[in-house]
């Protein structure tokens, strides 16, 4: 995946984040975006993303995470390097 810049981060995002769409809005800014990975809810009312591609668009759904749909109330997001399992797509794992 370290080809033209790409990378892999795998996100945790903290807060009033399940039951608001949350996962739909990562999906869909990733797809915007040309991302890869998935999104999912986690047991403990977090939300993981794990996003591949171009750096400056691996940011830019970073940072959209920070705001989230609009009636998410993100607190904290976590931020980790991931190794790449070369995804072919972004979907949302249920």
Same mark, same amino acid.
């Given at each position: 995946?370290? #080809? %033209? /810049? /790409?990378?892999?981060k795998? $996100?945790?995002?903290?807060? =009033?984040?399940?039951? +608001?769409?949350?996962?739909? *809005?990562? *999906?869909? &800014?990733?797809?915007?975006l040309?991302?890869? @990975?998935?999104?999912?809810?986690? /047991? %403990? @009312? &977090?939300?993981?993303a794990v $996003?591949? @591609? #171009?750096? !400056?668009?691996? !940011? #830019?759904?970073? !940072?959209?995470? =920070?705001k989230?749909?609009s *009636?998410?109330i +993100?607190?904290? $997001?976590? $931020?980790? %390097?991931?190794?790449n399992? &070369?995804f072919? %797509?972004?979907?949302i !794992?249920l």
């Amino acid at each position: 995946m370290n #080809k %033209d /810049n /790409n990378i892999c981060k795998r $996100i945790r995002i903290f807060g =009033y984040v399940q039951g +608001v769409g949350f996962r739909w *809005y990562v *999906y869909k &800014s990733a797809k915007e975006l040309g991302l890869k @990975g998935y999104v999912k809810n986690l /047991n %403990d @009312g &977090s939300v993981q993303a794990v $996003i591949c @591609g #171009k750096k !400056e668009d691996v !940011e #830019k759904l970073i !940072e959209k995470c =920070y705001k989230g749909p609009s *009636y998410a109330i +993100v607190n904290r $997001i976590d $931020i980790e %390097d991931f190794n790449n399992q &070369s995804f072919n %797509d972004f979907k949302i !794992e249920l």
